[in-house]
Structure formats: structure tokens, C-alpha cells
């Protein structure tokens, strides 16, 4: 007998198989590593024909890269849920034995899966930086509950596709964070510090520090995530 | 009267579901990104927001808009009405360039850039607002869902985007020619950068044809997915 669970994946697979999405879902993330590898080779070319020098700016580039697949699996994800809603697909969905929650927790797992070990790979992968294996787990912990956030944040206030859409050109000002933590040098930038990449960027910066202070990113970091989530989830729910 | 109608329809549409507010945010913090640039940036940075944003909105949002219409198969009763497809069609393109143009005008306005140039530059930003949205459209008729019309749709879009490596100065090919972004990238650019009156001709011819050339396949297309489907 197969789990509600299996024969959801089974669904997903086929839909992202018959449409393409797979492309996209591969795609993007995979353009996103090239680039990460070869950003030594993009680094050298800059220097020699601006004379611009891009190595002080590594951590940035790889911290800012490496969550760009997450947002990606939520946007693949949030467009899943809101085409379903259009089409009713999770109003049947909620009278069989799955529920609407067991619905919502399956759409949310994956992009977060996807997301935490796209990251690792990313970073792992590609040896731009070297992080601490420990802190880089807590970080992916991060970034997956982010893409979750950012997937609930594209079905939690639209009424259908369009709306999502509309809110995924709002979801990027997210990660206006990083830029904010790593350029902006006064204690303003901590305005930022109700959105979610902000705890990502600090602790970047602070784990290849070596500083303590890693372990205060990582843990209120992560319940600032868990806030956004519940927060997202709660508005999801009661509008259903 | 029938197509102001429907542009006013569009419009409204847009408003409701959040586009206006959501180009209200990024046109601000564009303004803003703009003010904090050092001043030999801020040409090539307007350049790459209305490349990359503002002039390509309609190529964003175009997708879900047609699929949910289809979806409420609403497109099916418009074209019972009087409503012509030529005139559907024509409101998509009109309303979104106006998106686009108002947030392209508060923008310079509100970073305070200008320049040389400046009707080139508004031939070239209303073309390409146009054409993006043409090209959305192509691929609208037929998407199945939204994650199914950005993979095709940004495939696409992102080879015929090409073009910025030659903007960039990384990478040059007389091939780039054909490409209708090549042109668009040269009349955005025509604020700061002095550019052959021959560059500038060429671009507004080229733009010109892909205009008429999508027009064309995107009409046909809709006839054949939209209006008349198997």
C-alpha cells in the first residue's frame, strides 16, 4: 500500500516532469554552482580588464549565491501550491486521509530539503570559503527553514497565482540583508535584522571570524527563523 | 473606445493584484540604490534595472495572468463579446508599458538621472517594454502552469539576454546584431554613451521588426491556443 506521502511525490514528479519545471529546479541551481566555480576564473577576468579587485568581496558573493537556489525551490514550490489552489487540487486533497496539513508539511519539506543540501553542496562543493563543517550545518538549517518562509510567504497572502507572483518581485527585498550587513558599516544595518538572510550574513562573517558570537547568530538566528515561519503558517492556515 | 476599455480593464487588474504596490516598493529602493552610487555607476546601473526589471515587467507577470484567465476560462467569454483578439492582446502590451513607464519615469526622477539622447531613449524603453511582453505572451498561449511557463519563457529569455556580455565589455560577436536586446541594451544606454547615429538607426529598425515579427506570431498563436482551442 503506498503512503499518502508516496503517492503525493509520485504526483509532483510527474507534474514537474510534464512541465518542465525539472528544468528549472536543475537549471538554476546548477548555473548558480558553475558560476561558483568558476568565480576565481570571473574574478581574474574582472581584475585584468576593469582592474577591479573582487577577492575582498568572496564571502559576500559565495554567502549571496549560495541562497539563491533556496529562493529558487520556493518559488518552484510556492507556484506548485498556488496553481493547485487555483485548480481546487488542495480542497480535495483536505477530505482524504492526508489533510490539508499533512498537505502544506509534504509542499514545505521539500523545497527545504532541496534547499539545506544545495547549500552544503554549494559550499562543500566548490572550497571558495572554508567553513567550519558545524557552523555550515546550523546555516543550512537556516536556509532551509528560509526557503519554507519564502514558500509560505508567496501562498500565505495571495489570493491566486498572479497575487504569488507579485509577491515573489517582493520576496527578493529579502535578501537585501546581506548586501546590508556586509556594506553597510554603522550600526543601522541591524534595522534589517527582522529579515531572515540577516542571521545568515552575520554568521558568515562572524564563523570565518572565528568569533564566538557564531553561536548567538546560529541560535536566535534560527529562532527568528522558526518566528517568521509559524508567523507565515498561521496566516496560511486561517485563510483557508 | 473597446480597447481603452480593456487597457482600463487591465489596468485595474494589475492594481488589484498587488503589481502597482509591488513596483511602488522596488521603484523606491531602486531609487535609493541609485542615490547611494557612485556618480561614473549610476548610468550603467539605470541601465541594467530597466534591462533587467522595469522594462521587462510584462515579460514576468504576463504568464500567470493568461493562465489564470484561461484557468476561469475567461478568455473564452471575452472572445464572444465584441472584444477583438488584435484589442486583448493590444491592452496586455499597452497596460504593462505603462507600468513600466511610470516606474521608469519615477525612478529617474526620483535618482535625478538624465542625459543626452532622451527620445532615443524613450523609443527604445517603450519598444522593449512592448516586446518583452510580446515575447511572455508567445509562450503564455500555450504554458500549462507557471513554473512550465518560466522555463520556457526564461530559457529563451535569457539567450536572447546574450547581449549584456557585450554591454559588459566581456564578450563581442556581430551575431549579437540579430538580437532585439542588443538594440534595446543601445537606446537604454543612449543617456551617457555616445553612440553612432548609424547604432541608433539600426537599433530602432531592429526593434521595429522584432515588434511587427512577434506581433504577428503572437496574434496566430492566440488564435490558435487561446481563442480557438483544440
Redesign the interface.
Known sequence: MKTPVAVLARGDLRLIARDSTLVMAVFGPLAITILLFFLPVIETLIHTKFGLDLVPFRLFIVSFLSLIPGMLFAMIYGFIILDEHDEDVIDFISITPLRKAGYLTYKLIMPMLLSGSFFLFVIYATSLIQLNLIHGIGIAIMVAIEAAIGTLFLVAFSENKVEGLAFSKVLGIMYLAIPLVFFWNSSWHWISVFLPPFWIAKAFIHSQASSIWIWGDLFLGTAMHLGVLQYFLRVFLGRQ | MRLLAAIDRDIRFQFR???Y???L??TV?YIITLRLLPENLVHPALTLILFTDICALGF??IG??V??ER?QNLTQSLFVTPLRLHEYLLAKILSFLFLSLLSAFLIMLGGSVGGQDLLWFIFGATMSALIYTLFGLVFAARA?????Y???A??VGLLISLPIFAYL??FDTPLFHVFPTRATLILLDVLSTDYTISDKIFSVASLLIWFIVLSRFTYKRFDRYVRHPA
Open positions: 493584484h498587488g503589481f504596490y509591488a513596483y516598493v522596488l529602493l514576468f507577470f500567470a495572468i493562465l489564470l484557468g500549462q502552469h507557471v513554473n512550465d518560466f522555463v520556457k526564461l530559457g565589455r566581456l
